[in-house]
């Protein structure tokens, strides 16, 4: 198996003692997991407004324990994860374990400093997540203090209970994606970078916020609930150029009835599944457009729209804007 152990303060030294403990180079705060022990890469990237994370993508090739350790120094960490699990995980928070067997986990959660964290799972799990640590007096800088105060303690104490407090959608996931994957030689890397973690961080804290606001809350669903409709949901927007499947193909492959998937769909992630799909279609011509290489009706004509105008108004109805407003000057002549 393998172990490994760090206090969960300083990513940037996380990254290195983990090197060593492979015996691997570094390569600009960046490792290569040896083939004995995975296929993949752990980074640890750092932004100018003082936030550090460690971007980890790796398939296991044998039994693995990755320990955070408490420490006297207050922090956060904000995990955004996915879990492809084959055989058996277990999340520990504090005292608290979640044992997990034969799924996919995609959440985001925070953690304390004051708690140990721990994944273990075996050999054939993939882990791919964005894991960004700041601490209470950084949070206070973009959020009211007293806010900040009353929900970091009341939802740390619920450790492990808070664990699938907010899935991963198609938002977060694109997010992630775009840090997992922005290139080294960027001109605008580290822009791109610090703009991406504090969309995660502010759309977390946000529904965080209106959430912990009702100390009666908690998600009416089980485990295997939400399991279903994050499988549901990850499928949906797996290709959001692609016609999706009809609520009842949906329903056969979840092996629920069609009401309680959309009475399920609606309770994690706040709309109707075709709602969904349609919010996801219109980020993903958002992100296309925001490239500068592609103009609006290429991007139209990807997604499915015959009619111009029907993609102009369902784009300025998500976003309250035009879709040439996102668009230089030279991409509107061409």
Not at 256 to 261: A, D, H, R
Not at 281 to 307: C, I, P, W
């Given at each position: 198996?393998?172990?490994?152990?760090?206090?969960?303060?300083?990513y940037?030294?996380l990254?290195?003692?983990?090197g060593?403990?492979?015996k691997?180079?570094?390569?600009n705060?960046?490792?290569?997991f040896?083939?004995?022990?995975g296929?993949?890469?752990l980074?640890?990237?750092?932004?100018?407004?003082?936030l550090?994370?460690?971007?980890?993508?790796?398939?296991?090739?044998?039994?693995?324990?990755?320990?955070?350790?408490?420490?006297?120094?207050?922090y956060?960490?904000?995990?955004?994860?996915?879990?492809?699990?084959?055989?058996?995980?277990?999340?520990c928070?504090?005292?608290?374990?979640?044992?997990?067997?034969?799924?996919?986990?995609a959440?985001?959660y925070?953690?304390?400093?004051?708690?140990n964290w721990?994944?273990?799972?075996?050999e054939?799990?993939?882990?791919?997540g964005v894991?960004?640590?700041?601490?209470?007096?950084?949070?206070?800088q973009?959020?009211?203090?007293?806010?900040v105060?009353?929900?970091?303690?009341?939802?740390?104490?619920?450790?492990?209970e808070?664990?699938?407090?907010?899935?991963?959608?198609?938002?977060?996931r694109?997010?992630?994606?775009?840090?997992?994957?922005v290139?080294?030689?960027?001109?605008?890397?580290?822009?791109?970078?610090?703009?991406?973690?504090?969309?995660?961080?502010?759309?977390?804290?946000?529904?965080l916020?209106?959430?912990?606001?009702?100390?009666?809350?908690?998600?009416?669903?089980?485990?295997?609930?939400?399991a279903?409709?994050?499988?549901?949901?990850?499928?949906?927007?797996?290709n959001?150029?692609?016609?999706?499947p009809?609520?009842?193909?949906?329903a056969?492959?979840?092996?629920?009835?069609?009401?309680?998937?959309?009475?399920?769909?609606k309770?994690?992630y706040?709309?109707?599944?075709?709602?969904y799909?349609?919010?996801a279609?219109?980020h993903?011509?958002?992100?296309?457009?925001?490239?500068?290489?592609?103009?609006v009706?290429e991007?139209?004509?990807?997604?499915g729209?015959?009619?111009l105008?029907?993609?102009?108004?369902?784009?300025?109805?998500e976003?309250?804007?035009?879709?040439s407003?996102?668009?230089?000057?030279?991409?509107?002549?061409?």
């Amino acid at each position: 198996m393998f172990d490994f152990e760090y206090t969960d303060t300083n990513y940037e030294q996380l990254v290195h003692a983990m090197g060593a403990a492979l015996k691997v180079p570094m390569q600009n705060d960046h490792l290569l997991f040896p083939e004995a022990i995975g296929a993949g890469t752990l980074r640890h990237v750092h932004v100018p407004n003082g936030l550090h994370a460690y971007l980890i993508d790796c398939t296991w090739h044998q039994d693995w324990h990755i320990h955070a350790s408490t420490s006297a120094v207050e922090y956060y960490t904000l995990r955004f994860d996915e879990l492809t699990v084959p055989n058996a995980l277990t999340i520990c928070i504090g005292d608290e374990k979640l044992r997990e067997k034969n799924t996919s986990k995609a959440f985001a959660y925070l953690t304390s400093s004051h708690y140990n964290w721990s994944y273990e799972g075996t050999e054939g799990c993939t882990y791919k997540g964005v894991n960004i640590v700041f601490s209470k007096k950084w949070l206070a800088q973009y959020f009211d203090v007293a806010r900040v105060d009353e929900v970091l303690s009341s939802y740390v104490s619920l450790k492990a209970e808070s664990i699938n407090i907010e899935p991963l959608d198609a938002r977060y996931r694109r997010w992630m994606k775009t840090i997992s994957h922005v290139e080294e030689g960027n001109p605008l890397r580290k822009t791109i970078l610090q703009n991406r973690m504090m969309l995660l961080i502010e759309r977390f804290f946000n529904s965080l916020f209106e959430k912990m606001s009702n100390p009666a809350y908690r998600l009416p669903l089980t485990h295997e609930d939400i399991a279903r409709v994050m499988h549901i949901e990850r499928l949906l927007t797996k290709n959001v150029l692609q016609t999706p499947p009809s609520i009842q193909q949906l329903a056969k492959i979840a092996a629920i009835s069609e009401s309680k998937l959309k009475k399920d769909f609606k309770t994690m992630y706040s709309f109707p599944i075709y709602e969904y799909f349609q919010k996801a279609r219109m980020h993903a011509a958002q992100d296309k457009l925001l490239t500068g290489k592609f103009s609006v009706k290429e991007v139209a004509m990807e997604l499915g729209y015959s009619n111009l105008s029907n993609f102009t108004i369902a784009f300025k109805k998500e976003f309250g804007i035009l879709p040439s407003q996102l668009l230089t000057p030279k991409k509107l002549s061409d």
